[in-house]
């Protein structure tokens, strides 16, 4: 399973060991891309997908497409099943970034990791 890092949406994250906290042993992972370690938690691991797909999800639903449509299409395509809440909260999320990305380059083909992570700081 591939985890997404929470800070810059990198998937280049590796284990960097277990701790021991109130809650009981956590899996501590650290991101290759902006070094940061952090602990897995509800909602992260389950962010096993590609900035890719999340960003076609969240740019079919900015054209008007139905949620419905777009969960259905990422599961025939992908083969990966995402419910439409999922979608709903990616378009709140990513949109920012998306569209800011789509300014930078000349559209969702050439988005990249790269540019994700550019859109990622610019928001803070
Ligand atoms: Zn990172």
Not at 67 to 77: A, G, N, V
Request: aromatic letters at 8%; proline letters at 2%.
């Amino acid at each position: 399973m591939v985890f997404l890092c929470p800070y810059c949406q990198n998937n280049d994250v590796v284990k960097s060991g277990k701790k021991k906290n109130k809650s009981g042993i956590k899996q501590w992972h650290k991101c290759n891309n902006c070094k940061r370690h952090f602990v897995e938690r509800d909602g992260f691991e389950r962010m096993r997908l590609s900035p890719e797909i999340i960003v076609k999800a969240v740019n079919q639903h900015n054209h008007g497409i139905s949620l419905s449509k777009i969960k259905d299409e990422l599961q025939q395509r992908y083969n990966v099943k995402v419910s439409r809440w999922a979608i709903c909260k990616w378009t709140k999320k990513y949109s920012d970034l998306v569209q800011k990305s789509q300014k930078q380059s000349s559209g969702i083909n050439h988005f990249s990791q790269t540019k994700m992570d550019e859109g990622q700081r610019y928001t803070k």
